[in-house]
Structure formats: C-alpha cells, structure tokens
C-alpha cells in the first residue's frame, strides 16, 4: 500500500484530513479546524536510531506517528537511560511542552523505522484557547496517560518480572479470544522491551526462560509463538486485567484510508 508521501497532494490533503479526524486528539473537531492543522503538517520518513527531540529543548512542533515506533525516555544525570513510554501509529507525542514554558518534557528517538506526521505547536496552542473540543480531548488524552503510568507502576509492584513479559506479549494480541498457535513479532529490540517494562537485560533474559518453561511459548529471534493461551493466561493471573492491546486497529492507518 502507497504511504501518505507517495499519494498525489490533492490525495494527500483528503488522506491527511480523514486521518487526523479519526485521532482521539481531533475527534468531533469541524472539517475546518482539522484542515487548519493539515494545511501546516509535513510528513517525514525517519530511520531507526534518529533522535527527533531531547528533553528541555525549545519545543516548536509535536508530532503523530503514521507508522513505526517512537520511544520516549529520560536520561539520568549519571547517563543512564529511563524509558518511559513506547509510542507507535496513531500516538501523539511533544504535545505536552506547551504546558512546560514550551520545552519538550522528555526526549523521543525512533526505535523502528517510522513515517511521522509534525505539526506547529504555535497553531495547537493557539487552537486550544478557542476550541473548547479540542481541549476537551487533550485533557482526556492526558487523563489517559496519567491512567496508563499508574497501572504501570502497580503492575511493577504486583506481578513479577515473567509475568510482566507475558502481559507484554497479550498486548501484542489484538484480542484475548485467540486460538492457540498465535504467532506474534516482537515490535523493536528486546533491551528496549526490557527497559520498557522495568527491567535491565540479565532480568529480562531470565525472566523469559522462566515464562518459557511455564507457559510453553517459543522464542526465536523477534518471533514468538504462544502455543496455549489458556496457560499464558493463568500464568499472569490477575496481570492481565490491565490488558491493552500494545497496537491499534489497522483500520485507522492512513495509508489504508
């Protein structure tokens, strides 16, 4: 399927606009106001590894992954690295710095190839003075945010590090109702899912040999088959109660629009 960069700029224009009115962020918003932030967007494909923001830079634009995967972290003052949140399609992310004097609250990299849609700051600040929608869904998108940190840190408190993983790996299923023999890809480098989850890379290693031997799942390489859900399940108990699906429907790609 052609990206939104390959379509002619007509095509593009009425694919970027279905696209946004289908983001939580622009929901119920007038066909004009979303034009208004389409009319600025510039789309861009980036490569594994680039760094599109640091924290506490001046913050001019925020961003909406098309496709791909943007991880957001912290880094210590001694060097290390903290990741906070994985982002993939659909996701907004930069959007918070107009609460902080206009400066980037973490910093984001591109942990898998990524097409990434960025839009001026200046004109979602300035829209949500006026548009009381707007700010409604901004508010609900952090309400959310907030919603899913907290069950991450009682999920690092309540269940240990195999069961963690396996919650991980529900998350990749885009329904709990899956017959056994799932097939899964695991979505970017395991030391970054280490990370993600709470865990250095020596935790992570033995703690999905553990989940290996009580569940039945096979790992090779980024490819992962759960041969019984059922044990999966009843392996994470009560984890899986936070269950999310970690990608969104496909549906709302803007390719497939």
Not at 93 to 101: D, R, V, Y
Request: charged share 20%; net charge negative; hydrophobic share 40%.
């Amino acid at each position: 399927m052609m990206s939104i960069k390959e379509r002619t700029a007509n095509e593009t224009k009425d694919t970027l606009i279905t696209f946004l009115k289908n983001l939580p962020l622009f929901a119920d918003l007038s066909n004009e106001v979303v034009a208004r932030f389409s009319d600025v967007a510039q789309i861009k494909s980036y490569k594994k590894g680039h760094l599109l923001y640091l924290r506490g830079e001046q913050a001019n634009f925020f961003y909406i992954i098309c496709s791909g995967w943007l991880k957001l972290f912290h880094t210590t003052e001694e060097g290390e690295e903290v990741s906070l949140v994985m982002l993939t399609k659909n996701k907004v992310a930069g959007e918070s710095a107009i609460f902080e004097h206009g400066r980037y609250t973490s910093s984001a990299q591109v942990v898998e190839d990524a097409e990434i849609i960025s839009i001026p700051l200046a004109l979602l600040k300035e829209q949500l003075k006026i548009n009381h929608q707007l700010a409604y869904n901004m508010l609900t998108a952090m309400a959310e945010y907030r919603i899913h940190h907290e069950v991450q840190i009682e999920q690092h408190f309540l269940y240990s590090a195999p069961q963690r993983i396996g919650c991980f790996l529900l998350g990749l299923c885009p329904t709990l109702e899956q017959k056994d023999g799932v097939v899964l890809n695991l979505p970017y480098d395991k030391t970054i899912i280490a990370s993600t989850l709470g865990m250095k890379g020596a935790t992570f290693s033995r703690a999905l040999n553990i989940l290996r031997d009580e569940t039945g799942i096979s790992v090779s390489g980024t490819r992962v088959t759960i041969d019984s859900m059922e044990r999966l399940l009843n392996f994470v108990n009560g984890c899986y109660a936070y269950y999310q699906p970690t990608t969104p429907p496909q549906k709302n790609h803007p390719s497939d629009l």
